[in-house]
């Protein structure tokens, strides 16, 4: 785990306390938004109650988003192809392609609105996610190509919203993780179809992707599938450890450096 989540910062033989360190407003901002109390029962949603935001207003927020920004802005590159794929899981659940409609809306939803509050923030002096940050300081940066804005943008909203978006869904659904799983493996389905999109539309083509070019390097060091595999991990760690706030606004805080590292490299101008 030391691995996977570094501790930039911390002297050596030092013991994290969490939250009591100094933590990042902004990461404690995203922590308390999905953390349940210890008792869970008053804080369920009720389904009898008023609804909730719908796949319809995400995909609203996203066309303004996309009529807001130039064409080669690096995060409207990703909200292109992920506005796509939001659509069709739209479709999927009005088709009655999901076993339960309600737990696949309410992570489609959650999943979302993670990644448009870390680009779209309301209010808009708000931080955002340490995984979201270097998508947003390279976004105009003329020696980045778009398809390494699209690939910071899904590893980002993969690697770290996705998991978060599990534990919303589970707090607002007055669910465990594994009651959801059957609706994470179908959006991480199309998920995959997001990264096949990415590829066809903003790979150069055969003549340019030469095996010296350093973009056939980038492809290659990155999976959807993978990363995938790690958000589910993530998750049920993080729904595991919600008795244990300070160690798991910790937990979530290494997720998100990590990712963030990682996309940092994916932006190195070529």
Same mark, same amino acid.
Request: charged share 25%.
């Given at each position: 785990?030391?691995?996977?989540?570094?501790?930039?910062?911390?002297?050596?033989?030092?013991?994290?306390?969490?939250?009591?360190?100094?933590?990042?407003?902004?990461?404690?901002?995203?922590?308390?938004?999905?953390?349940?109390?210890?008792?869970?029962?008053?804080?369920?949603?009720?389904?009898?109650?008023?609804?909730?935001?719908?796949?319809?207003?995400?995909?609203?927020?996203?066309?303004?988003?996309?009529?807001?920004?130039?064409?080669?802005? =690096?995060?409207?590159?990703?909200?292109?192809?992920?506005?796509?794929?939001?659509?069709?899981?739209?479709?999927?659940?009005?088709?009655?392609?999901?076993?339960?409609?309600?737990?696949?809306?309410?992570?489609?939803?959650?999943?979302?609105?993670?990644?448009? +509050?870390?680009?779209?923030?309301?209010?808009? +002096?708000?931080?955002?996610?340490?995984?979201?940050?270097?998508?947003?300081?390279?976004?105009?940066?003329?020696?980045?190509?778009?398809?390494?804005?699209?690939?910071?943008?899904?590893?980002?909203?993969? =690697?770290?919203?996705?998991?978060?978006?599990?534990?919303?869904?589970?707090?607002?659904?007055?669910?465990?993780?594994?009651?959801?799983?059957?609706?994470? +493996?179908?959006?991480?389905?199309?998920?995959?179809?997001?990264?096949?999109?990415?590829?066809?539309?903003?790979?150069?083509?055969?003549?340019?992707?030469?095996?010296?070019?350093?973009?056939?390097?980038?492809?290659?060091?990155?999976?959807?599938?993978?990363?995938?595999?790690?958000?589910?991990?993530?998750?049920?760690?993080?729904?595991?450890?919600?008795?244990?706030?300070?160690?798991?606004?910790?937990?979530?805080?290494?997720?998100?450096?990590?990712?963030?590292?990682?996309?940092?490299?994916?932006?190195?101008?070529?």
């Amino acid at each position: 785990m030391t691995g996977a989540f570094p501790r930039s910062g911390e002297a050596s033989g030092s013991r994290a306390r969490g939250p009591a360190r100094g933590c990042d407003p902004a990461l404690m901002l995203q922590w308390e938004q999905f953390t349940p109390p210890v008792e869970p029962g008053p804080e369920r949603t009720d389904p009898a109650g008023p609804p909730g935001p719908g796949v319809d207003d995400v995909l609203a927020r996203m066309h303004a988003l996309d009529a807001a920004l130039p064409a080669q802005d =690096g995060v409207a590159v990703f909200n292109r192809v992920y506005l796509a794929v939001t659509q069709e899981v739209g479709r999927r659940i009005d088709r009655g392609r999901f076993p339960d409609p309600r737990a696949a809306v309410a992570l489609d939803v959650r999943f979302a609105q993670r990644y448009l +509050d870390a680009v779209d923030p309301v209010p808009s +002096d708000r931080r955002a996610p340490a995984c979201w940050r270097p998508l947003l300081q390279f976004r105009r940066h003329p020696g980045v190509r778009p398809l390494q804005f699209a690939l910071a943008g899904v590893n980002a909203h993969i =690697g770290h919203d996705l998991a978060l978006a599990v534990v919303d869904a589970c707090r607002s659904l007055g669910c465990e993780p594994a009651e959801l799983e059957d609706e994470f +493996d179908r959006v991480g389905d199309l998920l995959v179809s997001l990264e096949e999109r990415v590829r066809e539309e903003l790979m150069p083509g055969p003549d340019l992707l030469q095996i010296a070019d350093p973009l056939t390097h980038l492809l290659g060091s990155w999976s959807l599938e993978r990363a995938r595999d790690a958000t589910w991990t993530a998750a049920r760690a993080l729904w595991a450890l919600r008795r244990l706030p300070d160690v798991a606004q910790e937990f979530a805080e290494r997720l998100d450096t990590a990712v963030g590292f990682a996309g940092r490299m994916m932006l190195t101008p070529l």
